[in-house]
T-cell receptor, first 111, second 115 residues
Framework: GQSLEQPSEVTAVEGAIVQINCTYQ??????LSWYQQHDGGAPTFLSY????GLEETGRFSSFLSRSDSYGYLLLQELQMKDSASYFC????????????FGSGTRLLVRP | DAGVIQSPRHEVTEMGQEVTLRCKPI?????LFWYRQTMMRGLELLIY????????DSGMPEDRFSAKMPNASFSTLKIQPSEPRDSAVYFC?????????????FGQGTRLTVV
């Protein structure tokens, strides 16, 4: 089966840098995506890695290593509003094109 | 576009009653997903439609759950009869089908409480 594992919770202080890891066991997939979800809200797309390496979008960066079955989301210059849950996700490369999500990491940013 | 629209936003019902959740995907999107979110199980994919056809319903927990997509602009998820363990937030999401970066857009969800 397919699974994506993430730490359940991460805590960091405002202004710091935090890395949220995602390890996966899955058959072929198109790329690794990251979504953000604030309490009471809906998941919203953050970033996508089709190839190995680092993708940067403002304060957020995402990394993928297919050989290590591993990826991460890096958040820099943390702000209080970054407190949310973060999910990694993959679109499977089989005929289903299913979009499956990791277990989610709850990030708490403290002043 | 108004995004993915779900209704109702909140639903409280008694055990045994039928519940119908509704979703209008983004115009032009041909993939539609129904997810269930709970603290214990996270975001679970229930069923996935492509071009209005159910492609994978392996995530549907029981026969009490059914989903339809009669046309490209409307889908329903029905629970009959409902049980307290069905209490969760149900999300509908849509995207353009295909490989690569097909970002999924989520509705605001329906918070279902079965008492």
């Amino acid at each position: 089966g397919q699974s994506l594992e993430q730490p359940s919770e991460v805590t960091a202080v405002e202004g710091a840098i935090v890395q949220i890891n995602c390890t996966y066991q899955t058959s072929g997939f198109y790329g690794l995506s990251w979504y953000q979800q604030h309490d009471g809200g809906a998941p919203t797309f953050l970033s996508y890695n089709a190839l190995d390496g680092l993708e940067e979008t403002g304060r957020f960066s995402s990394f993928l290593s297919r050989s290590d079955s591993y990826g991460y989301l890096l958040l820099q210059e943390l702000q209080m509003k970054d407190s949310a849950s973060y999910f990694c996700a993959v679109r499977l490369m089989d005929s289903s094109y299913k979009l499956i999500f990791g277990s989610g990491t709850r990030l708490l940013v403290r002043p | 576009d108004a995004g993915v629209i779900q209704s109702p936003r909140h639903e409280v019902t008694e055990m045994g009653q039928e519940v119908t959740l509704r979703c209008k995907p983004i115009s032009g999107h041909n993939s539609l997903f129904w997810y269930r979110q709970t603290m214990m199980r996270g975001l679970e994919l229930l069923i996935y439609f492509n071009n209005n056809v159910p492609i994978d319903d392996s995530g549907m927990p029981e026969d009490r759950f059914s989903a339809k997509m009669p046309n490209a602009s409307f889908s329903t998820l029905k629970i009959q009869p409902s049980e307290p363990r069905d209490s969760a937030v149900y999300f509908c999401a849509s995207s353009v089908q295909g490989g690569g970066n097909t970002e999924a857009f989520f509705g605001q969800g329906t918070r279902l409480t079965v008492v």
